[in-house]
């Protein structure tokens, strides 16, 4: 019975904590076989959810990486007209079956897995505004019609569904309303200590309270262009450890080390760091 | 009592369907959630809202909603069976935990502390403390664990009190009534775009060139189009100075994001209301001025035109002429703003002052009538119905 519960709920991965809100909406997604649409900061890993629940329920994945030029069209199947005009002036056989002109788009190929697969469509914000309403009823019927060949396209199983949004444009109702929409809070300190251990297991546990600590008073910084979020805390770490820095180091009640080590990783454009110099500099005077 | 629930959200302003509410009640069904109010919360939220931005508003409606619910489910648990009791343990409890509290006793020792922990508990709660709130002695919502003493479930997931995740109301940030930024900004103008293919033809267009090449037998025939631009000119005309401090920094921000957005993009300064001149510099406003006149003949009637004002002053200088503190006007602002109204068929007004003040404000009443009610709050929301109300021809008074 335990067996049968990891395979068909999730509940995060080694790799992934997911909180009981995240747990409960992919459960959902999965149960009612509904999109999951889920937006939140960048960096809280909105696209590992996707690899997690690939992995943690075992199965194939599909990833669909949306680009501004991205059509709807070419996740079904995109017909190579130039091919085939080539293979005609050339005098080739297989020009005569068109369906050899046909490529296959992620859509189509995980409407043709074996098993339920899991079916990412990453940041689907970047695309043409038009483009959700052009899947809505692929997505609602799982099936399309590919012209060219007059088949039907269906799927053989629905797959679990994992759209990411970054809000860069917003999603037209009729699609939304066929999804479920789940928005990736910011991990509090406690969920982001259970990460980092979760990522360095070996971590000494002065240096991530201290780090975290640091962390959470440059994210508290006002007026910051782009707040770090985990996948930068998760880098510095990273860098810290590599630096072999001595959790000494971060702490910041000493006003000449006000500044945490190797901040880089943390602030990523010049005015940040250059405001948050500022406010260190102006604390500094205070004292 | 879900259907009342259902129209309190939609008259809360959540954009709710019967398709999402009819899903809800699927997956109630589905027994996706259990029986706790959190995961009740979290499964309504995921089904009913789309957007983060509503979330704060989802989350007033459910506290008032569901006010005291939790008792509801504190009544169903304690006449729950034994074997339903079992199997939500055994669901709920990992296979390590459960050989450790087989260790400690059996498993029908296990339940019947269980069910003796849960009368006692109701007891309690009669005594005035919630179920979930505060001891967390139930093995079933967040913070249970069972009585030996082991945690039940995941304990660090479950540390956050169930009914305070909708009263802390975290998402009151997103609520689209705040202030804004450059990049929100940006997106709601790019809804202003509008692409049009002119100039040069110098793009190859696959289709137009497979479809000539098929008509001539299958000899390639090259077809080339002009690239894809966006068309739309801006013309934006801001209010600096006096009671527009206040708002410079919104007013920056909504300058440098249309500057970036829009190709042809055209702008003036006025002080307070718009008389017979304009001018580009500030500081040399006194000395380099276009008149009015000439900026209504120099741009057509395709501009998007955009004020940006509090349109909060006497209505004196509106109405009258010589009105204006600055100079003596020959002629009152409103006919200048009339004038301007019937050259350009695409105008809106962007107010930084509150939509509710309004009507508290003479002078905006009366610039939202010479505006023809095309006035917009300079708010996330506001800014989209101006770009919606943009795409349309004004109806001329």
């Given at each position: 019975m335990i067996e049968g519960k990891s395979q068909s709920r999730f509940e995060g991965t080694e790799r992934y904590i997911a909180t009981g809100d995240l747990g409960m909406a992919v459960n959902a997604a999965v149960t009612l076989a509904r999109p999951l649409l889920i937006k939140g900061e960048p960096g809280t890993g909105k696209t590992q959810l996707a690899i997690e629940v690939a992995t943690a329920l075992g199965r194939p994945l599909f990833e669909w990486h949306v680009k501004s030029t991205s059509k709807a069209q070419q996740g079904l199947y995109e017909y190579d007209a130039v091919s085939r005009l080539r293979d005609s002036q050339l005098g080739d056989p297989r020009v005569a079956d068109i369906s050899h002109y046909i490529v296959r788009g992620k859509l189509w190929e995980a409407f043709e897995s074996e098993v339920q697969p899991v079916l990412l469509i990453d940041e689907i914000d970047k695309a043409d505004i038009e483009f959700p309403n052009d899947l809505l009823r692929e997505l609602d019927r799982m099936e399309f019609y590919v012209y060219e060949t007059r088949e039907l396209i269906k799927a053989r199983h629905r797959p679990i569904i994992i759209i990411t949004s970054n809000n860069e444009k917003e999603l037209p109702d009729a699609f939304l309303r066929r999804c479920f929409f789940h928005y990736i809070r910011f991990p509090d300190q406690d969920t982001m200590s259970r990460i980092v251990e979760v990522h360095y297991p070996n971590l000494?546990?002065?240096?991530?309270?201290?780090?975290?600590?640091?962390?959470?008073?440059?994210?508290?910084?006002?007026?910051?262009?782009?707040?770090?979020?985990?996948?930068?805390?998760?880098?510095?770490?990273?860098?810290?450890?590599?630096?072999?820095?001595?959790?000494?180091?971060?702490?910041?009640?000493?006003?000449?080390?006000?500044?945490?080590?190797?901040?880089?990783?943390?602030?990523?454009?010049?005015?940040?760091?250059?405001?948050f110099e500022q406010l260190v500099f102006l604390n500094r005077r205070v004292r | 009592m879900l259907v009342r629930f259902f129209f309190d959200l939609r008259t809360a302003g959540v954009p709710v369907s019967l398709t999402e509410f009819l899903s809800l009640l699927q997956a109630l069904e589905a027994r996706v959630a259990s029986c706790s109010a959190e995961e009740f919360y979290w499964l309504a939220r995921l089904a009913l809202v789309k957007d983060e931005r509503h979330f704060d508003r989802f989350d007033r409606v459910f506290a008032q909603h569901f006010e005291g619910a939790e008792r509801l489910f504190e009544k169903i648990i304690a006449e729950v069976p034994a074997d339903w009791l079992k199997q939500l343990a055994e669901r709920v409890l990992s296979e390590e935990e459960r050989r450790k509290i087989e260790a400690l006793g059996s498993w029908d020792k296990l339940l019947d502390t269980l069910r003796q922990r849960l009368a006692e508990q109701k007891e309690r709660h009669e005594g005035g403390s919630k179920w979930i709130g505060t001891g967390g002695t139930s093995p079933f919502g967040s913070g249970g664990y069972n009585p030996e003493g082991v945690r039940i479930g995941d304990a660090g997931k479950r540390q956050r009190r169930a009914v305070k995740v909708w009263e802390s109301r975290e998402y009151r940030n997103f609520d689209d009534q705040r202030e804004i930024g450059t990049r929100n900004l940006k997106v709601a103008l790019r809804r202003l775009r509008k692409f049009a293919r002119q100039g040069a033809a110098d793009e190859l267009d696959l289709g137009g060139t497979i479809d000539a090449t098929a008509r001539n037998a299958g000899w390639l025939d090259l077809k080339l189009r002009p690239e894809r631009r966006n068309?739309?000119?801006?013309?934006?005309?801001?209010?600096?100075?006096?009671?527009?401090?206040?708002?410079?920094?919104?007013?920056?921000?909504?300058?440098?994001?249309?500057?970036?957005?829009?190709?042809?993009?055209?702008?003036?300064?006025?002080?307070?209301?718009?008389?017979?001149?304009?001018?580009?510099?500030?500081?040399?406003?006194?000395?380099?001025?276009?008149?009015?006149?000439?900026?209504?003949?120099?741009?057509?009637?395709?501009?998007?035109?955009?004020?940006?004002?509090?349109?909060?002053?006497?209505?004196?200088?509106?109405?009258?002429?010589?009105?204006?503190?600055?100079?003596?006007n020959e002629e009152a602002g409103s006919a200048w703003m009339q004038r301007i109204a019937a050259h350009f068929p695409y105008l809106v007004w962007l107010n930084p002052e509150p939509e509710e003040r309004w009507d508290w404000t003479p002078s905006i009443r009366l610039t939202q009538e010479l505006v023809v009610g095309r006035m917009f709050p300079l708010t996330l929301d506001g800014l989209d119905r101006a770009t919606a109300a943009l795409r349309r021809k004004q109806v001329t008074p």
């Open positions: 000494k546990r002065e240096l991530l309270a201290e780090a975290l600590g640091a962390f959470y008073k440059v994210r508290e910084t006002p007026g910051l262009k782009k707040k770090p979020s985990t996948s930068e805390l998760l880098d510095w770490i990273k860098l810290l450890l590599a630096e072999d820095i001595p959790p000494e180091a971060l702490r910041s009640d000493d006003p000449k080390k006000a500044i945490p080590p190797l901040y880089g990783a943390l602030l990523k454009n010049e005015q940040d760091v250059h405001l | 068309t739309i000119k801006v013309l934006l005309l801001l209010d600096v100075g006096g009671s527009m401090d206040d708002h410079v920094r919104v007013c920056e921000e909504l300058f440098s994001a249309a500057r970036s957005e829009f190709r042809h993009l055209e702008y003036f300064y006025f002080h307070n209301f718009i008389y017979e001149g304009l001018w580009k510099d500030n500081r040399r406003r006194h000395t380099e001025r276009t008149s009015t006149l000439q900026m209504l003949r120099t741009f057509n009637a395709d501009y998007r035109v955009i004020f940006v004002g509090d349109a909060t002053m006497s209505p004196y200088e509106i109405v009258q002429p010589g009105g204006s503190v600055e100079h003596w």
